[in-house]
């Protein structure tokens, strides 16, 4: 097959991780006789000191004209004092939301030879855990009405969450599909004893539960959810919430995996053009020092060959490399732990040599 990606390095490590993942891509190519090409558009931070704006239309239009697209990360101090709408950032959710991404995956997983670099104590996570977040990514408070004003003690700034029915609906949907290719079993996180918006996504989900009587769905308090993520995380299948509390607990999952470095995202919509990127951030701080763990962009690439491109055993092909590099000992910097750490590169490298 031939396929065209649209890659969006972005800033700090963006470049660098980016290039390992279509690195890997191309070594996957070649064994099963497909051919990827790369089409680089600006994102964040670079296309703010090109453009002048950190999403170009230019951007936007390669993606949806491509066949899938690969993210790096941006932001970074240079450009975190631009206005709200001006900064990196800002083209993260430009770019979601242009694409109708509205369901982000998110899997977290404790590969065996990571056990012991996972924080939690070695009795609580003696069976592993393997959870898949579903995080809402086109609603919420990320996306509604926001700004200044004059309130009751002065000046005062205000963001509101608002769900519908439609886009609760259709991430449930995506989340009951999930967990019944999976062990069956759903939570559904919210704040139902405070919020409205988490009412009615409770309500929902009960009733989409309806046709989907093989899976079980239970509910929970985000801040609960918070605490069972450390205390007991093999209790979770499948995750569904609402885009901020998926992005505090996706983060909060991707340390008890043992790093951040390690986790990939696939971001989908209607279609199977998607959008894959690390959960990670550019990390300026170890920018450019070939420090970086490529790992979750790497294994960001194999989401794209299963969602987009329904390339099963090219993506489980990645999948093992990573399995095996990992059973062998080698660490980037993020888990090296006194060891001495393979460099980006030659971490990328490794993966390409078990393919
Ligand atoms: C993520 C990030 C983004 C988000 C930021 C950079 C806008 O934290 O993808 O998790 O909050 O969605
Ligand atoms: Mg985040």
Redesign the pocket.
């Known amino acids: 097959m031939k396929l065209n990606v649209a890659l969006l390095k972005g800033d700090g490590i963006g470049p660098e991780i980016v290039e390992s993942a279509v690195e890997v891509l191309n070594a996957v190519g070649k064994k099963y006789g497909h051919e990827f090409s790369f089409t680089p558009y600006l994102i964040g931070g670079i296309a703010i000191d090109t453009y002048g704006e950190p999403l170009p239309k230019e951007t936007v239009d390669g993606c949806l004209k491509a066949d899938s697209v690969l993210l790096g990360a ?2 970074g101090p240079k450009w975190d004092s631009l206005a709200g709408n001006l900064r990196p ?1 800002k083209a ?2 430009g770019i979601r939301s242009a694409m109708g991404l509205f369901t ?1 995956l998110r899997p977290a997983k404790l590969y065996p030879a990571l056990k012991d670099e996972c924080p939690l104590r070695a009795d609580i996570v003696e069976n592993g855990f393997d959870i898949m977040i579903v995080r809402e ?1 086109t609603g919420g408070i ?1 996306f509604g009405e926001r700004g200044y004003r004059d309130g009751k003690y002065g000046e005062e700034a205000y963001d509101t969450e608002s769900y519908s029915r439609m886009e609760i609906e259709r991430i449930a949907k995506v989340a009951f599909e999930t967990a019944r290719k999976r062990r069956k079993k759903l939570t559904s996180i919210d704040k139902a004893n405070v919020l409205e918006t988490s009412r009615l996504w409770r309500k929902i989900m009960h009733e989409v539960a309806k046709d989907y009587p093989d899976v079980e769905l239970s509910d929970m308090l985000v801040d609960n959810a918070a605490m069972q993520l450390v205390r007991n995380p093999s209790q979770f299948d499948v995750i569904v919430t609402s ?1 901020m509390f998926g ?1 505090i607990l ?2 909060e999952a991707s340390q008890i995996t043992g790093s951040i470095g390690m986790l990939p ?1 696939a971001s989908l919509g209607d279609t199977k053009r998607g959008l894959y ?1 690390p ?1 990670h ?1 550019s990390a300026p701080d170890i920018a450019g020092q070939g420090k970086a763990n490529p790992i979750a962009t790497i294994l960001s690439v194999a989401m794209m060959l299963l969602y987009s491109f329904d390339m099963k055993k090219e993506s489980d092909a990645i999948v093992n490399a990573v399995d095996k590099v990992l059973e062998k000992g080698y660490r980037t910097a993020d888990l090296a732990r006194g060891k001495t750490p393979l460099t980006t590169k030659e971490m990328t490298e490794k993966i390409i040599l078990e393919i």
């Open positions: 941006v932001g950032e993260l959710l982000n990514l990320y885009n992005d996706s983060d995202s990127e959960i951030g």
